[in-house]
């Protein structure tokens, strides 16, 4: 049973950096063809699609974000962070992560999310 | 503005079925059979209910059924159930930096 699990600040200031934590169960990050990404969702809007780490340590950015954006992963953690720096209020929203493999090339298990606020 | 467009609402009477479109590009949607859709409740995650065009994961409902034709996509409903209102969001592999683009968004209301 995959089980994906973000955490994190809830409320981040103007220009600070925001760390997200992703912790899953049920699979290993070291499997070749899985990745774990990043999506986010401002409060009543659409998704969007923000970063994926997968296996083999190959990393991939939203390219109008890719400046600010850091995925790492920690294997024997089973955890994958992402920073995102100069945060700004539109950067409000709730941040996903999910799973991803070869075998339906899409991001198939979510986490519950977590709403992050930026505000001064 | 969602690099894949979806209609902003749906509607439709228990029983009866419909069809959600979801338009991109030959980059996108008509390049790969590598689309998905989403359903999402209020306050909930999304979930997962059609990938790879027309591919159910376990325990989706056959009611739910996927489709292309060039660069649209679409999901039928059929037998709609009041617990089938939500949000549904397509998702296509792309061929640009950017992984995977998503539409923005259908409101399916059950009347």
């Known amino acids: 049973q995959i089980t994906l699990k973000e955490s994190g600040p809830t409320l981040v200031k103007p220009t600070q950096t925001l760390t997200l934590t992703c912790t899953f169960s049920?699979?290993?990050?070291?499997?070749?063809?899985?990745?774990v990404g990043w999506i986010r969702q401002p409060p009543g809007k659409a998704l969007e699609w923000l970063a994926l780490?997968?296996?083999?340590?190959?990393?991939r950015y939203s390219p109008s974000l890719k400046s600010r954006l850091t995925i790492t992963k920690d294997t024997s953690k089973n955890q994958v962070v992402l920073t995102m720096t100069n945060m700004d209020p539109v950067d409000t929203a709730t941040y996903y992560c999910?799973?991803?493999?070869?075998?339906?090339?899409?991001?198939?298990?979510w986490g519950q999310g977590t709403l992050v606020t930026v505000s001064s | 503005q969602s690099a894949l467009t979806q209609p902003a609402s749906v509607s439709g009477s228990p029983g009866q079925s419909i069809t959600i479109s979801c338009t991109g590009t030959?980059?996108?949607?008509?390049?790969?059979?590598?689309v998905s859709w989403y359903q999402q409740h209020p306050g909930k995650a999304p979930k997962l209910m059609i990938y790879?065009?027309?591919n159910r994961p376990s325990g989706v409902s056959n009611r739910f059924s996927g489709s292309k034709s060039g660069n649209t996509a679409s999901l039928t409903i059929s037998g709609l159930q009041a617990e089938d209102e939500a949000d549904y969001y397509c998702?296509?592999?792309?061929?640009?930096?950017?992984?995977?683009?998503f539409g923005g968004g259908t409101k399916l209301t059950v009347l």
């Open positions: 999910a799973h991803s493999s070869d075998t339906t090339v899409t991001n198939d298990y």
């Open positions: 049920g699979f290993s990050l070291s499997t070749s063809g899985v990745g």
């Open positions: 998702s296509s592999y792309t061929s640009s930096s950017t992984l995977w683009v």
């Open positions: 790879e065009v027309s």
């Open positions: 780490i997968y296996w083999d340590d190959d990393k």
């Open positions: 030959s980059s996108d949607v008509g390049g790969y059979n590598y």
